[in-house]
């Protein structure tokens, strides 16, 4: 069962992660991940929105069990390839947004920065709390001090904390809040302006 489903309408490309209940990264849902980010990249939508299937989560962070057993070197190596998809499509002007429900933790909350815009429920919780489990986020420390200022970032890595999503959006680690009862249409409205050209700019 693919973990990941794709959807195109009005130019606007869908990637929507579904492994119920907390869609749990593995190696192998990275892997499905980047490949639909490079497809992406040779045939341009006007917009790639990734979201995810069920209220609980956006992602809950990555299988504790690809960080175990041997299987860091190919953890690292799938991190690596979807960050380099992101970056690829950047380089070609394709935005990116991330609309989050729920729970955006580890790997999780990191696969939302890579994206250039945040769009978050007001539910939504952000944070690295691997660290408790003595596991680093390699892609926070490295995209995030140009997003949140390395204090903030030494601060989520080093603590694991946890930010609602008024917080996150003070950090800059969001961009829009959105009220719980009305997030699909108000989403589905800056989705509308983020993919009319000339108004989505990328992160630099």
């Known amino acids: 069962m693919a973990e990941i489903h794709l959807r195109e ?42 979201t995810s299937a069920g209220e609980r989560a956006f992602s809950a962070g990555v299988d504790i069990r690809d960080h175990l057993d041997g299987r860091e070197r190919e953890m690292l190596r799938a991190v690596y390839d979807n960050c380099a998809a992101f970056e690829e499509l950047r380089s070609r ?60 970032t030494m601060r989520l890595i080093l603590t694991g904390e946890t930010l609602k999503a008024n917080e996150a959006f003070r950090l800059g680690l969001v961009h829009q809040v959105l009220p719980a009862r009305r997030f699909l249409s108000e989403a589905e409205e800056l989705l509308v302006m983020l993919a009319t050209p000339g108004r989505c700019q990328s992160r630099s």
């Not at 492994?19 to 040779?42: G, S």
């Open 9 to 50: 309408r009005d130019g606007v490309l869908w990637l929507i992660l579904d492994r119920p209940p907390l869609n749990i990264l593995t190696i192998a849902t990275l892997d499905e991940i980047t490949h639909a980010l490079r497809a992406a990249a040779q045939k341009p939508p006007r917009l790639l929105v990734i």
């Open 93 to 152: 002007g394709i935005p990116t947004v991330a609309l989050v429900k729920g729970y955006a933790l580890g790997g999780g909350c990191e696969l939302a920065a890579l994206c250039d815009t945040v769009i978050a429920r007001e539910d939504a919780v952000f944070g690295l709390p691997e660290v408790t489990l003595g596991v680093f986020p390699p892609v926070a420390a490295a995209y995030f001090p140009s997003l949140i200022g390395y204090q903030a």
